[in-house]
C-alpha cells in the first residue's frame, strides 16, 4: 500500500477515535487487529505526540489491504529519548498529530 493511503487511513482512524463514531472505528480495523503498549501509556505508520519539541508518546500504525491491523503504543520515557534524538537529526515526514 502507497503511503499517502496508509496515511489517509490512519487519519480517519484517528478521526474515528476521537468523535466517538464507534461504528466507523470499528470499520477501519481488520478481523484480527491487535494493539500493543509498552505499559507506560497511550507506536507501519508512525504517529507521535509531541509537547513543543519533544516526543512524548508514540504509535506505530500497521496498515494491511486498507485496514488497521496493528498499534504498537510507546510512552516510555527512556526510548522515547532515543526517538526524539532521532527525530531531530531526520524528520522523515509530518507526523499525523504534532501536538496533543
Not at 8 to 20: D, K, N, Q, W
Request: hydrophobic share 45%; aromatic share 6%; net charge neutral.
Amino acid at each position: 500500500m502507497d503511503p499517502a493511503c496508509a496515511r489517509r487511513i490512519v487519519e480517519e482512524f484517528l478521526a474515528a477515535a476521537t468523535s466517538g463514531r464507534t461504528e466507523r472505528l470499528v470499520a477501519l480495523l481488520t478481523d484480527d487487529a491487535t494493539a500493543v503498549s509498552d505499559g507506560y501509556g497511550p507506536a507501519r505508520r508512525l504517529l507521535l505526540y509531541k509537547t513543543r519539541e519533544r516526543v512524548v508518546g508514540a504509535v506505530a500504525f500497521e496498515v494491511s489491504d486498507g485496514k488497521v491491523a496493528s498499534l504498537h503504543g510507546i510512552a516510555a520515557a527512556d526510548r522515547l529519548a532515543r526517538l526524539n534524538v532521532a527525530w531531530r537529526q531526520h524528520e522523515p515526514d509530518a507526523p499525523v498529530i504534532s501536538a496533543w
